[in-house]
């Protein structure tokens, strides 16, 4: 599919979700220019963009939905940015060292269905930037067993967090033992399915857990 894409944006033109102008999916300038997100509440959660923006709304959408991996690949240097940032300082003042990325898994049907994980092309795309190699990807490791209702239609706090439950499972354990892990997400809302597969891997032995997201 992505090979497919990548001809049709050969034949037909692409232009911005954001401002129209013919060239790239997502324009520097228009990606330069997205509000950023505002602070999570759980402390240990990073995330890049503000969700309410209409533009970040429609590119995140054409990820997951559309198949436009070019735009993992834009998302990918802002967040690199981000996490560079972000880790010079958890280094130092908390010890944070050589993390290992983990991307929200989705289920096997899901996966089946979309034929891709959005997250995972994410995690491969800031593999590609790392060249100073700051961190290493695993795939498989964390696990989605159980398919749940979309989080955003949940109401109720409660629900939302009983929906989660069993979610994440753990592989290959020991690849995590005292290890520092980013997970890697593209939206989060409550920092529920966040906070669910962090407790899953401190459970199975990891030290510490923080995550990056391309939208809040
Ligand atoms: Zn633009």
Redesign the pocket.
């Given at each position: 599919m992505g090979f497919f894409n990548t001809i049709l944006d050969l034949i037909f033109p692409v232009n911005?979700?954001?401002?129209?102008?013919s060239g790239?999916i997502?324009?520097l300038?228009?990606?330069s220019n997205f509000p950023i997100a505002e602070r999570e509440t759980n402390k240990w959660i990073f995330a890049l963009y503000d969700y309410r923006h209409p533009p970040i709304k429609k590119a995140v959408w054409l990820l997951k939905y559309k198949g436009k991996k070019k735009i993992a690949e834009i998302f990918a240097e802002s967040l690199y940015g981000k996490i560079n940032e972000e880790l010079s300082d958890l280094s130092i003042f908390e010890n944070f060292r050589n993390p290992i990325l983990i991307p929200i898994p989705l289920s096997k049907t899901r996966l089946r269905e979309r034929g891709f994980n959005q997250t995972e092309l994410i995690c491969k795309e800031l593999i590609k930037l790392d060249t100073e190699k700051i961190f290493t990807l695993e795939r498989n490791i964390l696990i989605k067993i159980k398919e749940t209702e979309h989080q955003a239609r949940i109401r109720n706090r409660k629900q939302r967090l009983e929906n989660l439950i069993g979610t994440f499972g753990v592989i290959n354990e020991n690849k995590i033992k005292d290890r520092n892990i980013i997970l890697i997400d593209d939206v989060t809302t409550t920092g529920s399915t966040l906070n669910e597969a962090r407790k899953i891997l401190k459970n199975a032995g990891a030290k510490k857990v923080i995550a990056f997201t391309l939208a809040h």
């Open positions: 911005c979700v954001s401002c129209n102008k790239e997502l324009c300038k228009c990606i």
